[in-house]
Each structure stands twice: as structure tokens, then as C-alpha cells.
């Protein structure tokens, strides 16, 4: 017998006005909005991200031509592979989470089909398992057969600048950007909205499930310095002649 769980908030309720659901969730306590409104768990001290999610989701926007961006890739098989785009506000230091996917069972020739018209420039972050070889790439590392199949990988995987791969450490990076008001998810994003929800440690140890596109972000946000602007756009950009500034032709 097959099982499938099914997430709804409120904010699915489509026959209450955005008024009504408003009305409603703020008629809860507020220590209890969040799980009555979009059935997030109790956990306590052993949530990863205790932020409201009114604090990082917001409206789907057309992103200014001039802001570089970023692919983050988790690999996974049975569990599922999960793809993020992110894209910077250098200005104001805000990175904004635009795109996500994720699938299971999905070979790097099928992924790449999917991912391929976020951009063939755009750059991508990748963990340290893509180092590693698998059965279904016939010994060839899983990071050159997504880069075989015309994604735009980075030349290393996932890493601080002083070369550290710490979880914890990648893990506050983005609390403390969600907390401070310099990170934020596009609101269409169902599928990172569910695992944000979840996201929990246990005796802790961060909980190893559901957890595929939060550990995307996590890459891309330890990489964002690799992110870059689209060649394409960057070259279209009307530029006076002696202009110093580079990127005052996109605004």
C-alpha cells in the first residue's frame, strides 16, 4: 500500500478573502499561528529556523538584470535531488531564494533538462559527494556528469572561504540572514516553504529528512561569492563612453 502526504496552510483555503485568512490567523495566540495556520509541528528548541514565515516569504518580483545569481544543487536518488536559484542584492545584502525544484530518481541527463532553462551561464554549487563516483555515471564523478550535460558547475564543491565545510556554521549564515531581514523566499515556493516547516534537529543532530532544498540554499549561501551576473544582459547594458561603473548601464 503507497502512502502520500498531502501539506495544506491556509493560505490554500481559496474560498476565505486574503482578508478572512488574515482575520483568522490573527485571532490565534501568536505562540500557536504557526501551527495552526500552516500545521507546523511543535518542536520546540529543535527547530533550525524559528522565523516566522511572514519575515522571509514575499511577492514574486521580475529580478533586476544587474543582480548576480546562483544555482545550488543536493544530489540525491531515492531521496529526492533538489535544485535552488538564488539571487543577490548586493546593495543591500539580500539574497533572495527565486527558483526550486526537487525530484527522486532523477539521473543527471534528466535534472539537467529541467534546469538547463534557468540559464547555461548560470554558475553552480554543488556538495562534497560530487567528488564522488556512482553506478549510473559508469565511474565518472557525479558533479562532471551533471557538467557533461551543460550545466555550468563550479570548479570546487561547497566551502567557506577558508576552505571549511561546516553544517552549523552554513546553517546560522542563513538564520542569521532570515533574522536580520537578508534573506527572503518567493512565496510560490511551496515545496521550500514544506521543508523550512520541518526542518528540525533531534538529541541534536540535525534530522536528515526532507531536508533537500534547504540543503541546496545552504550551498548556494555559502558560495554566493561566486555568483555572477548573466554575460548576456551584462553585454546588452548601454554604457556611456568612459563610464567607470560597469553596471550603471542596468539601472
Not at 481559496?14 to 485568512?21: D, L, N
Not at 519575515?55 to 529580478?63: D, G, K, T
Not at 533574522?179 to 518567493?186: C, D, E, M
Not at 544582459?233 to 550603471?248: N, V
Amino acid at each position: 500500500m503507497s502512502k502520500h502526504v498531502t501539506f495544506m496552510t491556509i493560505d490554500d483555503a481559496e474560498h476565505y478573502t486574503a482578508k478572512e485568512r488574515a482575520d483568522i490567523i490573527a485571532a490565534y495566540p501568536a505562540h500557536e499561528r504557526e501551527a495552526r495556520a500552516r500545521g507546523v509541528p511543535v518542536l520546540g528548541s529543535g527547530r533550525i529556523f524559528p522565523v516566522a514565515e511572514e519575515l522571509i516569504a514575499c511577492e514574486p518580483f521580475r529580478l533586476p538584470r544587474y543582480w548576480p545569481r546562483l544555482g545550488a544543487l543536493d544530489f540525491g536518488w531515492d531521496h529526492p535531488s533538489a535544485a535552488v536559484e538564488l539571487a543577490w542584492d548586493t546593495e543591500a545584502d539580500i539574497v533572495y531564494v527565486s527558483k526550486a525544484t526537487r525530484g527522486s530518481q532523477q539521473t543527471p541527463a534528466m535534472q539537467s533538462v529541467t534546469l538547463k532553462p534557468w540559464g547555461s551561464w548560470l554558475p553552480w554549487a554543488w556538495p562534497r559527494d560530487g567528488r564522488r563516483e556512482t553506478l549510473e555515471g559508469a565511474g565518472i564523478a557525479l558533479a562532471n556528469q551533471y557538467r557533461e550535460h551543460g550545466l555550468n558547475m563550479l570548479g570546487s564543491h561547497a566551502q567557506f572561504p577558508d576552505g571549511s565545510v561546516s553544517v552549523e556554521a552554513g546553517l546560522m549564515d542563513m538564520l542569521d540572514r532570515m533574522q536580520s531581514g537578508r534573506f527572503k523566499v518567493f512565496n510560490t515556493l511551496g515545496p521550500w516553504f514544506e521543508e523550512f516547516r520541518l526542518y528540525h534537529r533531534k538529541d541534536g543532530q540535525v534530522v536528515k529528512l526532507r531536508d533537500d532544498l534547504m540543503s541546496a540554499t545552504r550551498y548556494g549561501v555559502m558560495m554566493l561569492r561566486e555568483a555572477l551576473v548573466d554575460p548576456a544582459e551584462f553585454r546588452a547594458a548601454k554604457r556611456s563612453r568612459g563610464q567607470t561603473d560597469p553596471l550603471a548601464g542596468f539601472r
